[in-house]
């Protein structure tokens, strides 16, 4: 999942996230197919953590290292 801050000037009520009540400076986790719908609205979301950027740090920490030695 992806994550957003919400920088909005007061609550606001998320039907998306089941109705939860989003405090400003609040982040949440939202779906990744659903992330451009959050951002492209710069006065009210601003990204975290774009769609699988903890897959691909996990994905490529989880690598072994070959010893060519």
Do not use: H, N
């Amino acid at each position: 999942m992806a994550r957003v801050r919400y920088v909005g000037p007061e609550p606001v009520s998320v039907p998306e996230l089941g109705d939860r009540l989003i405090e400003p400076d609040t982040v949440v986790e939202v779906p990744d197919e659903r992330f451009e719908g959050y951002v492209c609205q710069p006065q009210t979301w601003e990204s975290v953590e774009e769609p699988g950027s903890k897959a691909a740090a996990k994905k490529s920490a989880a690598k072994p290292q070959k010893d060519e030695g």
